[in-house]
């Protein structure tokens, strides 16, 4: 799609320069099983938002990986356009965007597939904290911007691990939206965030591990990964999106899904002490 | 067998018609158009010369000429000396007197838009209503900017078409006791059929029926435009019927505009989803709905429920077709 | 697809939530909660495509997929000098997901709308979860199959789109042939004329089926205690939570010898599962008798606290999330020995491959 309001960039891909083989250090996890990595948020930094939240989620010392930096700004509610049809609950819109700098091949300014379906995804996952009904024909704009991917320099869709990435990033514009919402002062029932959990073959061919908050990188083959958005106080999910390859073994999938709830439970930890770290400082 | 994959069916034959078609005939065989029966009429077809005949909907007259041809694809009726074309599948047209059902879709200054699967949104306007407080009620801003507590987008409301515009939509009203807001039920939709099966103008257009299996009573309504309303019966207060004419609007209660269901039993939904099944086994066999074939339909349908262990009430397919076997055999 | 507009009024939310939530569920149309509405399905309807199929469903939605193929160099992925040569099988561990193209156009909606990219993302992950779909494409270390899938709703959504889409891939793929490669090694592609000597993208019979077969999704509802399969507008109008799971079956190629195997169900993978944000969300609330305004001048001030237990007969949208016994209770209604899944891919195979 020709996009004439803008000066872009080099039509086409851009093809990253190649670089001479380096050692690259082999897949590796210093992690336990069971700990996420160190996040970081604060509220409130975008001052002309009715609220924002910026999230950082740190890299790991030695691996490949880069961390993570999402921002979240949060428009309303404010009241929808005469044009639009009445609607009893709050209309909730939800945007998410890499910044084009952020993974290690360029993304243009026009959004793609993979944005649009992190969008559904965060709408599905915000709405059912919202008490939309106190809120009638008005309308709510949550805007995620990603400013750098969780991407290693290797070609991350050469390895064919581009798309495990997408739920770690599902995962951070969960809890990041979820702050910000909080900062705007909009109704909810909880704070949701976002946790994930995956599958990993074992070392020396031993069964299958299950890991959280799993980086694709430090990772030889993922089997399957669930993210999962999760109000704590509820003990409800309201997002739920799971991939890979899994035997109809039952104890499996429950597994897989009580793991990631396990590890979203770690990063509402971290948005609820940071909520209160602002309320006594402002 | 909870899926059933079908093999995809060659369109049906239709039979070929008995007499062969003489379209423009001057014979004096008594004058009479020579289109018979089932034969389908195009537009551009000339019915007849005989100027005897007056035109009826569906025809026309190209100017200078005397032949009346008709403009829709369907079947000829003659009703004295009227010619008209009735459209094999049409839409609803109102008439000013219909019982129609209609959904709030719009919600404007002091009126509201209806759809009534016409081709306007009728209108249905905030003094057409009935105002819980009486007659002398007044009607104030107040009501106007209240006007969703009556009725917001959504809602289903039974009313009678007062007039029609010249554009064709109709206005509609709900002054009396028996039309307002509908609760208790399910709705169905069976509009877009003409050419005899849908539901067709008749004296009765709302009845209540006993069912069986201990279900109680409940109320069918059978909109002219095809929307149709099955509901359990609720024992209206006794006061409100001994009232006379001039108090009838005082006695409208709170409760009108309310859109809060009464305690529904589990035989009573059972037995309104069957009415329901039987309605839509009606219109798949192309067969007329009225309160007569709706009744008949009915006992059978519980009949043929009998049948299975558990009073199977799906009549989709297969059943339905015996169910209309069995009603056309009658 | 929350974001399309559902008219219905309160007073019949209110029942229908009520006639479901009923042990057992009373359906608007009577079936029982695992019985699907019938349809029609055909294959080979198109002579100019690799695959295709088309269902139509018996209220009235119906959808075309067509399977096209087409050759595609290999892009050679820079890598430092190594000398050994690759052998066959690890070439063929690099098969990337986007060599298939997946297309769904939805009558009435933009194709970059996110619903509809919602759905082409779903379709697409399920065939690519198991990693075994790419190597059906691979033929040799210059060139593969590029295959695009194109999926056309008919009719216009009247109800979500996903489970008719799903199936009618389904059988689309299990109808696509590709021509008989003649040439041999890496040398440039030769292919044999003649159609009657095509292979079958997923084999039939010999050795080729160890492997899966392609994906179906199932939609399914949760309202109340009770899970209801193939919904119809109305149910997912008043559903708590919708969920779409997307299970494929299992084939292992029966070795000489062996014993006949129970067969007694299909060995089912799970691939995935995403939830559906049901247009419950979106309804309006009903109006209890007490606090209708109708009977006096003055505006109401009490407004119905959120939260508060719903008052019998109203309609409430939902609030909140699902717990994870509800989930977990739908999961294994779809994927247990026997259940839905297996009968629908019963039925499915039923259907006649041209």
Not at chain 2, 53 to 64: A, I
Not at chain 2, 218 to 244: F, M, P, Q, R
Request: charged letters at 25%; proline letters at 6%.
């Amino acid at each position: 799609m020709a996009d004439r309001r803008r000066v872009n960039g080099p039509g086409g891909i851009t093809v990253p320069p190649i670089y001479e083989a380096e050692d690259l250090p082999l897949p590796d996890r210093s992690r336990q099983p069971n700990g996420i990595r160190a996040q970081y948020l604060k509220t409130g930094v975008t001052p002309s938002a009715s609220g924002s939240a910026y999230l950082e989620i740190e890299p790991q010392n030695g691996s490949v990986s880069k961390g993570m930096k999402l921002t979240c700004t949060v428009h309303g509610p404010r009241s929808l356009p005469r044009s639009a049809p009445f609607s009893p609950h709050m209309v909730l819109s939800t945007h998410v965007k890499f910044a084009p700098f952020a993974t290690r091949q360029r993304r243009g300014y026009l959004r793609d597939s993979s944005e649009r379906d992190l969008s559904t995804h965060l709408e599905t996952a915000l709405r059912g904290a919202l008490i939309a009904d106190r809120w009638p024909k008005s309308g709510v704009d949550v805007i995620v911007t990603i400013i750098e991917g969780d991407q290693a320099r290797q070609v991350a869709v050469e390895q064919g691990i581009e798309e495990w990435d997408m739920m770690n990033v599902l995962g951070g514009c969960i809890t990041v939206a979820a702050a910000a919402l909080a900062d705007a002062g909009i109704d909810c029932v909880d704070t949701v965030s976002g946790g994930v959990a995956a599958l990993v073959p074992g070392k020396d061919g031993e069964e299958p591990v299950m890991v959280l908050d799993p980086v694709p990188s430090e990772h030889e083959e993922i089997l399957a990964a669930c993210c999962v958005a999760y109000l704590p106080s509820r003990d409800e999910i309201t997002n739920l999106w799971l991939k890979g390859s899994l035997s109809s073994d039952a104890n499996l999938q429950r597994m897989l899904i009580a793991r990631a709830v396990h590890a979203s439970k770690g990063s509402s930890q971290a948005v609820a002490a940071s909520l209160t770290e602002a309320a006594l400082a402002g | 067998m909870p899926i059933t994959v079908l093999q995809p069916q060659p369109a049906a034959k239709r039979q070929a018609a008995a007499m062969s078609v003489d379209s423009d005939s001057d014979s004096d065989s008594g004058g009479g158009a020579e289109v018979h029966g089932e034969d389908i009429l195009t537009p551009g077809t000339v019915i007849t010369s005989n100027s005897q005949w007056m035109r009826g909907h569906g025809t026309y007259v190209q100017p200078g000429e005397t032949a009346i041809t008709s403009s829709l694809a369907g079947t000829l009726t003659k009703t004295n000396k009227l010619l008209s074309v009735r459209p094999l599948r049409a839409r609803y047209t109102p008439e000013i007197g219909d019982l129609v059902v209609g959904r709030i879709v719009e919600v404007q200054a002091k009126r509201w838009r209806v759809d009534v699967a016409a081709s306007q949104l009728a209108i249905l306007q905030i003094s057409a209503i009935n105002l819980p407080g009486g007659i002398l009620r007044k009607r104030t801003e107040t009501d106007e900017l209240q006007i969703r507590s009556f009725f917001a987008e959504g809602d289903l409301v039974v009313a009678e078409v007062q007039q029609l515009h010249q554009d064709g939509a109709a206005s509609l009203h709900t002054r009396s006791l028996k039309y307002g807001k509908l609760r208790n039920g399910v709705f169905v939709s069976v509009s877009g059929i003409g050419g005899g099966s849908g539901v067709v103008r008749a004296k009765r257009q709302v009845w209540t029926m006993d069912v069986a299996n201990a279900g109680g009573k409940v109320d069918v309504l059978l909109g002219v435009n095809g929307y149709i309303w099955i509901s359990k019966h609720i024992e209206s207060d006794t006061n409100a019927e001994a009232v006379g004419i001039n108090r009838m609007e005082e006695s409208v209660s709170s409760k009108v505009y309310s859109s809060q269901n009464d305690p529904l039993e589990l035989s009573t939904m059972r037995e309104i989803a069957r009415i329901r099944s039987v309605i839509l086994a009606l219109v798949e066999n192309r067969l007329k709905v009225d309160e007569d074939m709706v009744t008949k339909g009915y006992s059978e349908a519980v009949e043929l429920g009998r049948e299975s262990p558990d009073d199977d009430l799906y009549l989709g397919g297969e059943k339905g077709q015996r169910l209309a076997a069995a009603l056309t055999g009658h | 697809m929350a974001s399309q507009q559902i008219l219905f009024s309160p007073a019949e939310l209110a029942y229908l939530h009520r006639s479901l939530s009923l042990k057992p569920p009373i359906r608007p149309d009577g079936r029982a909660p695992t019985q699907f509405r019938p349809l029609t399905a055909e294959t080979g309807i198109l002579p100019g495509t690799n695959g295709s199929a088309r269902v139509h469903f018996s209220d009235g939605t119906e959808a075309i997929v067509g399977v096209k193929a087409e050759i595609e160099k290999t892009i050679e992925a820079p890598r430092a000098e190594e000398s050994k040569p690759e052998s066959n099988e690890a070439a063929s561990e690099r098969t990337r997901g986007d060599w298939l193209e997946l297309a769904v156009e939805i009558p009435g909606q933009r194709d970059d709308e996110a619903s509809t990219v919602f759905l082409s993302e779903m379709l697409r992950e399920a065939l690519l979860a198991d990693k075994e779909f790419a190597k059906k494409l691979f033929i040799n270390r210059r060139f593969h199959w590029r295959l695009y899938l194109d999926v056309l709703l008919i009719s216009p959504p009247l109800s979500y789109p996903l489970p008719l889409l799903s199936l009618t891939t389904h059988l689309a793929l299990l109808a696509t042939r590709l021509p008989r490669l003649k040439s041999e090694g890496d040398e440039d592609p030769m292919f044999d004329d003649d159609w009657e000597a095509s292979t079958f993208l997923y084999p039939q019979e010999g050795t080729a089926t160890n492997g899966s077969r392609p994906p179906i999704t199932l939609l399914v509802v949760a309202i109340g205690d009770n899970v209801i399969f193939d919904p119809a507008k109305e149910e997912l109008a008043v559903a708590e939570t919708a969920l779409a799971v997307s299970v494929a079956e299992v084939r292992r190629a029966q070795k000489a010898g062996d014993m006949e195997v129970d067969s007694k169900g299909r060995e089912l993978s799970l691939l995935s599962i995403r939830t559906i944000d049901p247009p419950s969300r979106l309804t309006p609330p009903g109006v209890p008798h007490t606090s209708n305004t109708g009977s006096s001048a003055f505006a109401p001030t009490k407004l119905q606290k959120a939260g508060d237990q719903e008052t019998e007969g109203v309609w409430k949208a939902p609030l909140g999330g699902t717990k994870f016994g509800v989930l977990d209770g739908i999961i294994q209604a779809v994927l247990e020995k026997g259940g839905v899944a297996d009968e629908v891919l019963d039925g499915l195979e039923g259907v006649e491959l041209s």
